[in-house]
């Protein structure tokens, strides 16, 4: 009996022994193939990689753009322009999109950041937005349907700025110089855009910014102030005032321009809350070269000189300061042809 019990004993032994050795081996197995998955892996993620390098699609172009700064974004850019024709239709549509996205980051920039940016990347990416054939903005999304002015308005040291209305009047005291200052929104890739500011005679121009390298505006009309001159002469006066014409890029989409100006005191007959009788005007269009204009809008404002001798309560002398000119002839200043009607139009 006991030696029945012994030989169960050693066969339970035996059959344990045999599981285990399975059971490790199953386990070894498993290892195995759990290192030959982690040595594989890597090389599936390169494949993966390279594939996508070959033909970046959108993901691909999101990764690329996805950059800290203005400059990075533009790189970016850049960068994938370079293999658009590697690009599917949908990340096309993405390059387009965020070169425009990088063009309005450029535009929110400050002059002083906009001159550490090599002016040879904006060119590359304002005409990349102006060619890339996928129009990403419809009506619904542009700023603007054409063009429009969305601020024109008068500002002068120590008083409160003067939205111009059209129709309306504003007031500019005879002893100041004040900034025109206009916003103009338009829509992406509208072509032949124009920014039109006339200056009338009774005010004088002092300065008007000139487009630089890099600017949404491209040109001007007169190139220099020196250029710039009343059609009317004033027996040998010829202000410096009349038409300035502003020339903006087909993508640019929001500008802004100060105008300097100041009332001409050579011309002023100092008569108290004098009307000027032609109006400054600010109008928007677009010009297809052959004489044809699309007029979007229009803002024009009659400037009222006014101001005092002395700033007092009460004081209300005539204005001493300044030269007169009349009709007939001038205490100072220069003579004018008789009957010839002043630029400063009678008090009311």
């Known amino acids: 009996m006991k030696s029945h019990n012994h030989g169960h004993y050693f066969w339970r032994r035996a059959v344990n022994v ?31 990689q390279s594939a996508e390098s070959v033909s970046p699609g959108a993901d691909a172009t999101e990764e690329l753009l996805e950059s800290s700064t203005v400059e990075e974004q533009i790189d970016a850019v850049l960068a994938l322009l370079e293999r658009t024709d590697e690009l599917d239709e949908e990340g096309v549509l993405s390059l387009s999109e965020k070169a425009i996205a990088a063009k309005r980051a450029y535009e929110r920039m400050t002059r002083e950041e906009q001159s550490q940016i090599d ?37 002068a ?10 129709g309306k009047s504003f007031t500019i005291d005879f002893s100041k110089q004040f900034t025109l200052h206009i ?3 338009s829509k992406l890739n509208l072509t032949n855009k124009k920014v039109e500011i006339t200056v009338p005679d009774g005010l004088t121009v002092a300065e008007y910014p000139i487009p630089e390298r890099g600017d949404m505006a491209e040109s001007v009309t007169p190139e220099s102030i020196d250029d710039l001159h009343s059609d009317n002469n004033y027996g040998g006066y010829n202000p410096t005032n009349g038409t300035i014409t502003y020339s903006l890029k087909n993508t640019a989409e ?11 005191t050579v011309l002023w ?24 204009q699309t007029e979007y809008q229009t803002i024009s404002a009659t400037p009222k000189i006014t101001g005092k001798y002395k700033d007092t309560v009460g004081d209300n002398r005539a204005i001493q300061t300044g030269p007169r000119l009349s009709g007939v002839g001038v205490k100072t200043g220069v003579p004018t042809a008789a009957n010839q009607p002043l630029p400063c139009g009678k008090s009311g």
Do not use: H
């Open 18 to 48: 045999v599981l285990c050795v399975v059971l490790l081996s199953a386990n070894m197995m498993e290892v195995s193939a759990a290192e030959e998955l982690m040595r594989d892996e890597p090389l599936i993620k390169e494949e993966s």
């Open 119 to 155: 002016a040879d990347k904006i060119d590359k990416l304002l005409a990349s937005v102006e060619t890339l054939n996928i129009q990403t903005l419809d009506a619904g999304d542009s700023p603007v349907d054409g063009m429009k002015i969305a601020t024109a308005e008068i500002r």
């Open 157 to 166: 040291e120590g008083v409160n700025n003067q939205a111009l209305s059209d």
């Open 183 to 185: 916003e103009v929104e």
């Open 254 to 264: 929001k500008n802004s321009f100060n105008i300097v100006l100041a009332p001409d």
């Open 269 to 292: 007959n100092r008569t108290k809350e004098q009307s000027l009788t032609e109006k400054l005007t600010v109008r928007v269009y677009t010009d297809d070269g052959a004489g044809s």
